[in-house]
């Protein structure tokens, strides 16, 4: 029934109404009380109406009343509006089911928690790797049941770009992944991860080049010694064993500063950051640095800029080993009479250690991938030039190991800047 016209019916109807009682109470003699007590009656059964629709909706869920003319077009037109927001509510409620069913199936552990920092919602997953239970949990404040210290410092710093892998002291040893996703106004989702066995892998990965290269030493020292010792009485030597004879003696030195990198590398992977506790006052490193570059180096001009003396919670020796790795890149890199920079400073809340060259920059295809391990952007050229492949990656693993960045800035034919960037101690 439309509204409109069910209107129109009901002004029809009263209009009879009143010209049917003012008609008779004028044949009567008394048009205008008959007309009133019309009228009255009129109001009488509205009011009644009205009634039995606040009824209706205090419980909405029973059918409608039944009426005539515009109440009736009023009870169908509420009664649709419900039925239509009952099955909007079903659909909305069946695709929430449907999300959390496959949040819930999800291997992985998930947890919502609120701005307040309580748990809205978990898994299963997340009860059985960080013993959440759900719905018996809701509302907890996630940090007061999930007792990591790292995950605090984690969770309460806000930073979430890079996931957090922690070892537990559990029995057997046991490590998880954390990532974090921050959504609506506030919420955040925590996802955990069981990842020991790929922490297992990738310690005996670790294991295996640290072992192969302590392994590959001894024998390598025996036959540099030999070969030092020929070389040393060549004047006895047949001419023409001469050459590639120092050429062995040329490689078994790449092999051997190979060696030395690739156990640098497994060392500094293996150290735990918390180890990393000295107190290193940079600017002395760099100064270090700097002379030791002269006495290797004459021909190189290094300008230094230090214009802050912040220190660092860290290790020396990595330390000093990362910036040495960016120099002599900048230096083999460059022309021998351009100048390579190294600053020191603090900008807002960082620390900056940056290395710039005017050298033959790298194009940007290869920023991805410089810092992997034997990855080079020119092959002939790094092997002439001694590098081992692994500078970078060192760097990179220094870096991580002091919560720090490593920026690239380069353009081919203009320069390179590699700024290591350090949390400032508040
Ligand atoms: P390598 O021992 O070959 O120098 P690195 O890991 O130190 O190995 O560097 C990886 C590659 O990155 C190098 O082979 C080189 O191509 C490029 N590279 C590193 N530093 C610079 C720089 N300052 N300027 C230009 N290219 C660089």
């Not at 029809?12 to 009567?28: E, N």
């Not at 640290?210 to 009485?233: C, F, M, Q, W």
């Not at 120099?327 to 351009?338: E, F, M, P, R, T």
Request: one cysteine or more; aromatic letters at 8%.
């Amino acid at each position: 029934m439309r509204p409109t016209g069910s209107w129109l019916a009901e002004l029809r109807r009263l209009t009879l109404f009143v010209f049917i009682s003012t008609a008779v109470g004028w044949l009567l003699g008394f048009p205008a009380q008959l007309l009133a007590l019309v009228l009255l009656l009129l109001l009488l059964r509205w009011l009644y109406q009205l009634l039995r629709l606040r009824r209706w909706l205090a419980d909405p869920l029973q059918e409608p009343p039944e009426a005539p003319g515009i109440w009736g077009a009023i009870y169908d037109r509420l009664y649709q509006l419900q039925r239509e927001a009952r099955q909007g509510r079903a659909q909305l409620q069946s695709r929430l089911d449907y999300l959390q069913d496959s949040l819930s199936s999800m291997h992985d552990g998930a947890v919502m928690v609120s701005m307040a920092g309580s748990i809205e919602w978990s898994n299963a997953a997340a009860e059985r790797l960080l013993g959440l239970r759900f719905p018996a949990d809701r509302g907890q404040a996630l940090l007061n049941l999930v007792r990591l210290p790292d995950f605090h410092r984690y969770f309460l710093a806000g930073d979430f770009q890079d996931p957090l892998q922690l070892r537990l002291k559990s029995e057997p040893e046991q490590f998880l992944q954390f990532a974090v996703t921050p959504f609506g106004s506030g919420d955040r989702l925590v996802f955990v991860r069981d990842v020991t066995k790929e922490a297992r892998l990738e310690q005996m990965r670790r294991d295996f080049v640290g072992n192969v290269s302590h392994e590959l030493r001894t024998p390598l020292t025996v036959i540099k010694g030999y070969l030092d010792t020929i070389l040393a009485n060549s004047g006895q030597l047949e001419p023409r064993f001469l050459r590639p004879l120092q050429q062995m003696e040329q490689q078994a030195q790449r092999m051997e500063t190979l060696l030395k990198d690739l156990l640098w590398l497994s060392r500094i992977e293996t150290v735990r950051s918390k180890a990393r506790a000295e107190q290193v006052d940079v600017a002395s490193l760099l100064q270090e640095l700097e002379s030791e570059l002269q006495s290797s180096h004459p021909q190189r001009r290094l300008e230094l800029q230090l214009e802050c003396n912040e220190r660092i919670n860290g290790d020396y020796r990595e330390l000093h080993s990362a910036a040495s790795n960016l120099v002599l890149n900048a230096c083999k890199y460059s022309k021998d009479d351009s100048i390579v920079t190294v600053r020191w400073r603090r900008q807002g809340q960082e620390l900056l250690l940056s290395v710039e060259d005017r050298g033959i920059g790298i194009d940007p295809v290869h920023l991805p991938r410089l810092t992997e391990r034997f990855y080079r952007v020119d092959d002939s050229r790094s092997s002439r030039t001694g590098g081992t492949g692994l500078g970078l990656a060192i760097v990179k693993h220094v870096a991580a190991g002091h919560n720090a960045q490593l920026r690239i800035d380069s353009k081919p034919g203009v320069g390179s800047t590699f700024t290591l960037a350090f949390p400032a101690p508040a």
